[in-house]
């Protein structure tokens, strides 16, 4: 198939461009662990303790689900973007982590999954609308794609290495489901991440380019890739060089690292990509790694430490925090990075 390759929005990506000549941009902080500090219980997943029924009925246990926040929850997924946007962020991430049909047939949940983006989305369009209220700086809206549960490249069955659970087709049509809505709900940009198997990535680009196809418009892509131990790859096998040439075709507006590791243990590798890709290069680490009861101990100080010595040294472009990261420490990442000029293209 030949997709006519649109050219990016002009005014969401001169501007984003415009802002990152000057200074580096802050992404936000982790939904999931602002989540769990709810308390949740089963009948809020489902809107039932609240009084609003989720108009997309399943047997399936929801306790978990924290996409389905958007339908049942909205004015608390609302408030954490709205406190994430008031700490420094510039660009904030919808709760759509797993909101592919691939994702959310764990929960039965399928059907919805147009409804999950398109509130996501939408919901961190209001939130970002009030903070420039607020205070007039300009936000961003940040459709996230997360990997799915299931890989392209590895067998889940040691003993048949040929099987695979999920099909580049089938990755290919439930992003572009996915898109679709995040695009209705309003999303200024469409984040990639979490990548831990670089052909699941491609079929998400190519999901963009085909809705962007359909759309007339192109939407700036980040695309975030996960070095899952110390061997330095990917859990598909490759290195951060490998990973750019595999995904460069996309132009992304940012290429960059995220999750499995904190700071200090991602820095080598961030130094790989820095010194590789003609891009602009975005660092979102864990608070740390967690500890025997999988939590994050790493303070918002400690943090923002190691990521400011990242700004100092000429690596990134953007930053921000992944798992275990709160406000508090986006706060601070805010404040440790505003000193230092952004990383040169080479």
């Not at 430490?305 to 000429?314: M, P, Y």
């Not at 921000?320 to 805010?334: L, S, V």
């Amino acid at each position: 198939m030949t997709l006519a390759f649109s050219l990016p929005d002009s005014d969401s990506l001169a501007k984003l461009t415009a802002a990152a000549r000057e200074r580096i941009l802050v992404l936000d902080g982790a939904m999931g662990t602002q989540i769990q500090g709810l308390g949740l219980a089963e009948e809020d997943y489902t809107g039932h303790g609240s009084g609003c029924a989720c108009a997309h009925h399943t047997d399936h246990p929801q306790t978990g689900n924290n996409d389905l926040l958007n339908l049942t929850q909205p004015d608390e997924i609302e408030e954490i973007h709205f406190r994430y946007a008031m700490a420094g962020a510039d660009i904030v991430e919808t709760n759509t982590f797993s909101s592919t049909s691939i994702a959310q047939a764990d929960y039965g949940l399928e059907h919805a999954v147009h409804d999950l983006n398109a509130s996501g989305a939408f919901l961190a369009r209001r939130a970002l609308n009030r903070a420039t209220a607020t205070d007039g700086r300009p936000r961003y809206v940040a459709g996230a794609l997360g990997p799915t549960n299931r890989t392209a490249s590895l067998s889940p069955d040691v003993n048949d290495p040929g099987y695979r659970a999920v099909t580049f087709d089938g990755l290919r049509v439930a992003y572009g489901e996915q898109l679709r809505g995040l695009i209705a709900g309003g999303a200024d940009i469409i984040l990639i991440e979490t990548i831990f198997d670089t052909l699941n990535a491609k079929a998400a680009i190519f999901a963009c380019l085909e809705v962007f196809a359909e759309t007339g418009r192109r939407l700036p892509l980040m695309i975030s890739g996960t070095i899952t131990d110390a061997s330095g790859r990917t859990l598909s096998g490759q290195t951060p060089t490998a990973f750019w040439h595999s995904v460069m075709h996309a132009r992304p507006f940012t290429i960059g690292l995220n999750c499995a590791l904190g700071a200090d243990a991602m820095r080598p590798h961030l130094v790989e990509l820095a010194s590789t890709c003609p891009t602009l290069v975005c660092a979102y680490p864990n608070a740390g790694l967690p500890n025997a009861f999988g939590e994050y101990d790493e303070t918002a100080e400690q943090t923002a430490a190691l990521i400011g010595g990242f700004a100092r040294d000429g690596l990134v472009n953007v930053v921000g925090g992944c798992c275990g990261t709160t406000p508090d420490h986006i706060r601070a990442i805010a404040e440790a990075v505003a000193p230092h000029a952004p990383r040169k293209l080479p």
